[in-house]
């Protein structure tokens, strides 16, 4: 066991501790800020999560590595139960994903009797903690707690600075190291796919908490542009669908009076922020026409990216091989339809463009594809009731509740869910931990604002009342 393990399972009583004080003190929303920090900090600093070395984030505990996220959950929600006991009521939405988790984790126990590969079984299993796990962390807390504007702007500005430095970095692929302790081959100056969805989607809800106050900063608005374009940055297609999804549905929700009711920003805003997006974009365009900076450059800022992210040669091979690799997993879903193959199966696939390499793994990059050959038919309505349900509770509290800012968080998430789950058509949502997480905090906090209709806690339409974390 490396030392790093032995110092976070010597720190797990105090860390334990620390929660449980939280919990009493009526501040269980600080456990879901530190889940969140910790994945976003761990996707800058680490842009694939395949390549994390061992150390603080990525330590070997009995012979498994973990995430650290993956250790503070399960810590976190001990603590909730030692300091406030079992939830007392359990919603309909909440009914629904425990029968879906149920049923995936007796996966489990299939693929250990077909004999599969337990690393991949384990490996898979991990979407219980990752997704339901973080999902019922952030359900449990008060959703007056999470919907609060003033924490959204904090996180706005402060991310939105962060990747302004870093933006020019990744685009001109100049990233430097940091040198920590307990953080070997970290580096800045790099925006992973699973990072510029995580800080998209983050951009997205903060934003839509600051168009509706009644006090608007227009540098919270200007900080939300690099974010937004941190797909764009990562040059990944699905982290660029997923996005346009997201904003798609938010766009479908400003049709009607009831986004004017709930929402105090101004179509000037909007058009001032795009201004602000555009301008440097043409004038650059302008410049380089004049005065291009050599005989063979292109008028047109950042072409070279737009090209590697869709028509590049490798973009093109990559969605062949994903076309292979759904052939095979609808091949494998009739073998076991109704129930599926459990855990751990595997797929050996051939590359498009390499026909001497296999592709080795799990994951057939479709969330859909994932859930029938692994837990059948069943598996995937669970999945898809669970998903509608959920869905349809945001609409209701978006429609109904009388607090505007619970409303905004519960629209905000659920146009975040749809755009995550469009992302996970085309990608493995189960098998990449950052996104496992953060569908989790997104289900968890739609949860939360539906269950919120039975809470005592005071409005938050009174702005002055609020706290910062």
Not at 21 to 31: Q, V
Not at 67 to 74: G, K, M, T
Not at 193 to 209: C, G, K, Q, R, Y
Not at 348 to 376: C, T, W, Y
């Amino acid at each position: 066991m490396s030392t790093d393990a032995v110092l976070l399972l010597l720190a797990a009583p105090l860390i334990l501790f620390l929660f449980i004080r939280l919990e009493e003190n009526g501040r269980p929303e600080i456990a879901v800020f530190v889940v969140l920090a910790l994945l976003v900090i761990e996707a800058l600093i680490y842009p694939s999560q395949n390549e994390v070395p061992g150390g603080l984030f990525h330590p070997n505990i009995a012979g498994r590595s973990i995430r650290l996220p993956e250790y503070i959950i399960p810590i976190t929600l001990v603590a909730r139960v030692l300091a406030r006991g079992a939830p007392r009521r359990v919603g309909a939405i909440a009914i629904a994903w425990i029968a879906f988790f149920a049923w995936y984790g007796f996966g489990v126990v299939v693929g250990i009797l077909l004999y599969h590969s337990f690393d991949q079984i384990f490996f898979q299993s991990k979407a219980i903690l990752t997704v339901g796990g973080t999902a019922l962390l952030v359900a449990g807390v008060p959703a007056t707690k999470l919907a609060n504007p003033i924490t959204f702007r904090s996180l706005l500005i402060g991310l939105g600075g962060l990747v302004a430095f870093i933006a020019p970095l990744a685009v001109a692929k100049k990233p430097f190291a940091v040198d920590l302790p307990r953080i070997p081959g970290a580096v800045v100056g790099l925006i992973s796919p699973d990072a510029a969805t995580i800080l998209a989607t983050i951009a997205a809800i903060a934003l839509l908490f600051e168009a509706a106050r009644r006090q608007r900063l227009f540098i919270a608005g200007v900080a939300g542009i690099p974010l937004l374009l941190s797909p764009f940055i990562a040059t990944q297609r699905a982290a660029i669908l997923g996005l346009t999804v997201m904003l798609g549905a938010v766009g479908m929700g400003t049709i009607g009076p009831l986004w004017r009711r709930r929402m105090r920003g101004t179509h000037t805003e909007v058009f001032l922020l795009l201004g602000i997006l555009l301008i440097p974009v043409l004038l650059t365009i302008s410049m380089r026409a004049l005065w291009p900076p050599s005989p063979d450059s292109s008028i047109v800022p950042f072409a070279d990216v737009v090209t590697e992210t869709f028509v590049a040669e490798r973009k093109a091979q990559s969605a062949d091989t994903r076309i292979n690799l759904w052939r095979e997993g609808f091949t494998q879903s009739r073998d076991y339809p109704l129930t599926g193959w459990g855990l751990g199966k595997t797929y050996d696939v051939e590359r498009a463009g390499q026909p001497s390499k296999s592709l080795v793994g799990g994951g057939f990059h479709n969330i859909a594809i994932d859930l029938l050959v692994r837990r059948g038919v069943i598996g995937l309505g669970l999945f898809v009731l669970a998903v509608a349900l959920t869905l349809s509770a945001a609409f209701i509290v978006w429609k109904r509740h009388v607090d505007r800012y619970i409303a905004v968080l519960s629209f905000a998430c659920s146009t975040a869910l749809i755009g995550l789950l469009a992302k996970g058509m085309v990608e493995s949502l189960f098998e990449k931990f950052r996104l496992a997480t953060l569908l989790g905090l997104l289900i968890g906090a739609i949860i939360s604002a539906a269950s919120s209709t039975h809470e005592t806690a005071p409005s938050h339409e009174d702005e002055d009342s609020l706290v910062s974390i």
